[in-house]
């Protein structure tokens, strides 16, 4: 059984920079691929990125390539999600989930655990 918490939510100004953590119980987590999801109000839950066991290979959505990098320390069971240049419309809570497959996927049906989500909210 792996979870997952999440943390780094909060407050920032369009512009801005912030940087998610989730951290992962669980010795194996290194074979995990990992991914970050997000729900805005209203709104359906959406694919934000994901990394693969190893960090060597990465996929994002469109809305968010070249601003947010996803990255991950196995050492520390942690992932990370640094995300520059906010805008409003990246308010949402930012979900962190863990594949038991290795290839990478855009799918959430295809992550097996969930954290609780921590809150982003970008002002104009």
């Known amino acids: 059984q792996v979870q997952l918490v999440e943390s780094g939510g909060g407050l920032v100004q369009a512009g801005g920079s912030l940087r998610l953590s989730c951290v992962a119980s669980?010795?194996?987590?290194?074979?995990?691929?990992m991914g970050w999801f997000r729900q805005a109000s209203g709104k359906e839950r959406e694919f934000v990125a994901a990394?693969?066991?190893?960090?060597?290979?990465?996929i994002y959505a469109d809305s968010v390539k070249g601003r947010f990098t996803i990255s991950r320390d196995n050492a520390k069971n942690t992932v990370f999600l640094q995300m520059n240049s906010l805008k409003p419309e990246d308010t949402a809570v930012y979900y962190c989930?863990?594949?038991?497959?290795?290839?990478?996927?855009?799918?959430?049906?295809?992550?097996?655990?969930w954290g609780q989500g921590t809150h982003i909210t970008v002002s104009s």
């Open positions: 990394i693969s066991w190893s960090g060597d290979s990465t």
């Open positions: 989930a863990a594949d038991r497959i290795p290839s990478l996927s855009r799918l959430q049906a295809q992550y097996d655990h």
């Open positions: 669980g010795r194996i987590f290194s074979t995990y691929t």
